[in-house]
């Protein structure tokens, strides 16, 4: 089963980094577009980057500048360093990414947006 596996995750203190990733576990026969999205207690699933299949690159203003996204396509990863992380940025990070994988039997190729478990980050002194 295509699954997307989150890590990095966990508590700095503000001001500090945090690297987080996202790796696609089984077999793929592409990726699309993979973005990551954040969840803070009592609040909404907003998204705050995304990166396209060629590399476009865009971002939610609180992160503008603070956070990049990248993506390694030949570990079928995607990547998001954070720097300057304030306490505000507290919340479970999640992956959500367009996997396309194959189907040999139709000669076609199935697209299923698939989220992450989510990892959490705690940025507190």
């Known amino acids: 089963q295509v699954q997307l596996v989150e890590s990095g995750g966990g508590w700095v203190q503000p001001g500090g980094s945090l690297s987080l990733s996202c790796a696609v576990s089984?077999?793929?026969?592409?990726?699309?577009?993979m973005d990551w999205y954040r969840q803070a207690p009592g609040k909404q699933r907003e998204k705050i980057a995304g990166?396209?299949?060629?590399?476009?690159?865009s971002y939610e203003e609180s992160v503008m500048y603070r956070f990049t996204i990248s993506r390694d396509n030949a570990k079928n990863m995607t990547h998001l360093q954070m720097n300057s992380l304030k306490p505000e940025d507290t919340a479970v990070y999640y992956c959500?990414?367009?996997?396309?994988?194959?189907?040999?039997?139709?000669?076609?190729?199935?697209?299923?947006?698939?989220w992450g478990q989510g990892t959490q980050v705690t940025v507190s002194s």
């Open positions: 089984g077999s793929i026969f592409s990726i699309g577009a």
């Open positions: 990166i396209t299949s060629g590399g476009t690159t």
């Open positions: 959500y990414a367009d996997l396309r994988t194959w189907n040999s039997k139709d000669r076609s190729i199935k697209r299923t947006w698939t």
